[in-house]
Nanobody, 129 residues
Framework: QVQLVESGGGWVQAGGSLRLSCAPSGRTFSMYSMAWFRQAPGKEREFAAYVTSRGERRYYADSVKGRFTISRDNAENTVFLQMNSLKPEDTAVYYC??????????????????????WGQGTQVTVSS
C-alpha cells in the first residue's frame, strides 16, 4: 500500500503564499497520477488540482486557477502545490491523493474522489483576513 504524507500547511495572512508537499512511499512514484483535494469547515471535500504521472498535463478547479500551481519532482518522489494570493476561503484541510496512471484518464475523472486509490491524512491551511 502507498503511504502519502502531506506537509507545509500552516497559518498565513490573506494575499500570502504557502507551498504544500506530498511524499509518497515506495519506488514507483512515477507510475501514479497525483491530485490535491481540500475540505473547508462545514463543506464537502472538493477537487483542487491534478497532475499526470509524467507531468505533461495539469488540471485545476476554477476556484484556484491562476493562483495555485501543481508540480512534481519524480526524482525526489514529491508532488507540490504552490498556493499564491491566498484568500480566507482557501482555508481548508488539504489532502494529497494518488492513483495508478492510465492513458484514458480524463479531466472529468481527475475531479472524482472515488477515482483515487490512496489518500494522505491532510494538512491544515488557515488564511486570515
Amino acid at each position: 500500500q502507498v503511504q502519502l504524507v502531506e506537509s507545509g500547511g500552516g497559518w498565513v495572512q490573506a494575499g500570502g503564499s504557502l507551498r504544500l508537499s506530498c511524499a509518497p512511499s515506495g519506488r514507483t512514484f512515477s507510475m501514479y497520477s497525483m491530485a490535491w483535494f481540500r475540505q473547508a469547515p462545514g463543506k464537502e471535500r472538493e477537487f483542487a488540482a491534478y497532475v499526470t504521472s509524467r507531468g505533461e498535463r495539469r488540471y485545476y478547479a476554477d476556484s484556484v486557477k491562476g493562483r495555485f500551481t501543481i508540480s512534481r519532482d519524480n526524482a525526489e518522489n514529491t508532488v507540490f502545490l504552490q498556493m499564491n494570493s491566498l484568500k480566507p476561503e482557501d482555508t481548508a484541510v488539504y489532502y494529497c491523493a494518488a492513483r495508478l496512471a492510465v492513458s484514458y484518464f480524463t479531466e472529468s475523472d481527475a475531479s472524482r474522489e472515488e477515482e483515487y486509490d490512496y489518500w494522505g491524512q491532510g494538512t491544515q491551511v488557515t488564511v486570515s483576513s
